[in-house]
DNA sequence: TAGAAATTGAGACTCAGTCTCAACACGTAT
DNA sequence: ATACGTGTTGAGACTGAGTCTCAATTTCTA
């Protein structure tokens, strides 16, 4: 049986001329194991324990395919890497980055959805995507610091 | 005479018992020669271009402290390397960033602002940087395309 | 002037990500 | 069947921003 998003990436892939290969796919199976945030490497592993062999060459090339398909998008942070987050079954969210402890909070607000479209008007600005991050200090680590 | 941003640099660095050296000094004028982002390479090579010998070393460490002396921020974008934009003298401001020409238009809106402290205090985060890019074409990279 | 602490430059190093290229897969036309 | 074209793969070399090391040097203070 075919999961949603391997039909999606299939379709993608069918409407550029590219193939579904089993690397692809192991790829994409490993990618939406789970719903958190991860990079690039984190696949080369994921697999490897698995026992499969896939080249990080062709992580890399899929990863590519996967950001261009809209399944997945990239989150850039401070830190020097990319990381990827899922956008199938999820809606968009900003991020809360905790300075301290590194926490990641998703936030989600129609009210800044709504002031960027303004901001774009006003600019003749045909917006495709965005992205804020709200960097500071969490609730936590707030408290563990006062006193 | 001393510009206005060296003495601060000067005071942030005595306060946590630094020097200001010569070298500190030339890539402090360097990084404020012009008000546009730039990035460490752009540096390097001005002050070479200057006949200035600074190692590259003393350039990442002088430009980490001016990050941490708030003189300068880093504006992460999507590609791979770091870039730097002045704050001294400058408001806030965000990014709209056309995926076309590349072009990057500054926006400052006080509604974003506001916003944020809103769901930054719905979370009990206490926020101090933010950055929001918003991706898309702009005006005229769109009127090129449409007929 | 001596000693402690900070700083410097050169270059080795790291590491995510890219590129190259020969070997392979697979569909289609001959 | 055969040949061709196009897409794909893995291994490993390569790139390039940024970091680290360390001996030599500068600066501050006593």
Redesign the pocket.
């Given at each position: 049986m075919e999961s949603a998003e391997e039909k999606m990436f299939r379709q993608f892939?069918d409407g550029d001329?590219?193939?579904f290969?089993?690397?692809?796919r192991l790829i994409l199976q490993e990618v939406f194991r789970n719903h958190r945030h991860f990079?690039?490497?984190d696949i080369v592993i994921g697999l490897r324990n698995r026992g499969s062999?896939?080249?990080?060459?062709?992580i890399?090339?899929?990863l590519?395919l996967l950001v261009g398909s809209g399944l997945l998008i990239n989150v850039y942070s401070a830190e020097?890497?990319?990381h990827y987050e899922h956008t199938f079954g999820h809606d968009h969210h900003d991020h809360l980055i905790c300075t301290e402890c590194g926490r990641m909070i998703e936030i989600s607000d129609p009210e800044f959805e709504a002031q960027q479209a303004r901001v774009c008007n006003q600019h003749g600005f045909v917006a495709t995507s965005h992205k804020l991050e709200i960097r500071g200090i969490c609730e936590c680590c707030g408290a563990k610091k006062s006193f």
């Open positions: 892939l001329g590219l193939k290969t089993p690397e692809r990079e690039a490497d062999r896939v080249s990080r060459a062709s890399y090339r899929t590519h020097k890497h990319g």
